[in-house]
DNA sequence: CGAGAGTCCTGAAGGC
DNA sequence: TGCCTTCAGGACTCTC
């Protein structure tokens, strides 16, 4: 499942093969994602030319012009869903949900099996949206620091788990991420997020930013059906810490691997070396 | 405002 | 072999 590694990797992967293209022609197969696709969004993107692709937590910016308009093209890849570049007269699959047809004749094709994830269009230059606003620091980002954890933190009862899982607080940090990211800290992810001190604070910031890192480095991760846009699946799960190896042996001490739920989600730990 | 639960969806995996 | 059930998972949305 796309996570903010993944995310990146696909927007690197795009940003050559769509960068100054003119859209040719937009086709929906598909309109019920996440939100369902609204009926003017081929028209909308017929014409435009695509100036730049950027991103902001997993949603992708697809920042288009045309004579006298402006607009973004405002994707997120749910958790099954992949972009990746094809000829359009390629058949397409059961789940390929959306072709945005280039005047170069490429198309690029949105397949999401499970349909979480969002295709919209706003209108206008800014990039201001409700699904924007309220989204929190980027992980990689100087702004993101311990300081800014401690201080977000303070008053919150949530686990320190679900608290880097929660958008509005810092982006990018999924599932997967997230358990790595306290094993590296070496932090318990039950504890009360209000309760860590400034220094493990700052070993948690550190931790994400790691693990992130690496996994962008390794080109992003991939579970089950995850295709980066050119094609090649990732590998970073290869290298988990402790995601899905629950009654596994740690890989940094004597102790097993054990899992937990915490809000709904699975959360995979070392109780030795994690306290 | 914060916390917790519910929701969308389909493929994989397990039980019988 | 095949049907049925359960589960995972991002993140918005609703309820309390």
């Known amino acids: 499942m796309p996570e903010l590694p993944e995310v990146e990797t ?14 040719e022609h937009v086709i929906v197969r598909e309109s019920r994602l996440r939100w369902p696709v609204p009926e003017d969004f081929a028209l909308k993107l017929s014409g435009m030319t ?7 937590g997993k949603y992708l910016l697809w920042h288009c012009h045309e004579r006298r308009r402006d607009g973004i093209l405002l994707s997120h890849l749910g958790m099954s869903g992949a ?32 349909r979480f994830g969002a295709m919209l269009w706003i209108d206008g230059k800014a990039a201001q949206h409700p699904l924007l606003d309220k989204l929190g620091l980027e992980p990689l980002s100087e702004a993101f620091s311990g300081t800014y954890l401690y201080a977000q933190s303070r008053t919150r009862r949530v686990s320190v788990k679900e608290f880097i899982m929660n ?22 992810p039950t504890l009360p997020v209000g309760r ?3 220094a493990r604070c700052q070993r948690l910031c550190d931790a994400i930013r790691t693990t992130l890192q690496a996994a962008l480095n390794a ?7 995850y295709v ?3 094609g090649a699946p990732g590998w970073f799960q290869l290298s988990a810490q402790v995601y899905d190896r629950a009654g596994e042996a740690c890989r940094r001490c004597e ?7 915490q809000g709904q989600r699975s959360t995979f730990f070392c109780p030795r070396c994690q306290r």
């Open 10 to 23: 696909t927007r690197l992967g795009l940003l050559p093969a769509v960068c100054g293209q003119r859209i």
């Open 50 to 56: 695509i100036d730049n692709l950027s991103r902001r």
């Open 83 to 114: 972009l990746s570049c094809t000829n359009p007269l390629t058949a397409p699959g059961k789940h390929d949900h959306i072709d945005i047809v280039l005047h170069n004749g490429t198309a690029i094709r949105y397949t999401d099996p499970r």
């Open 167 to 188: 958008g509005q607080v810092v982006v990018g940090v999924g599932n997967i991420y997230a358990s790595e990211s306290l094993h590296l800290a070496g932090i318990n």
């Open 196 to 198: 860590l001190s400034r």
């Open 219 to 225: 080109g992003g991760s991939t579970l089950r059906n």
């Open 228 to 230: 980066n846009a050119d």
């Open 255 to 261: 102790g097993t691997v054990r899992m937990v739920t």
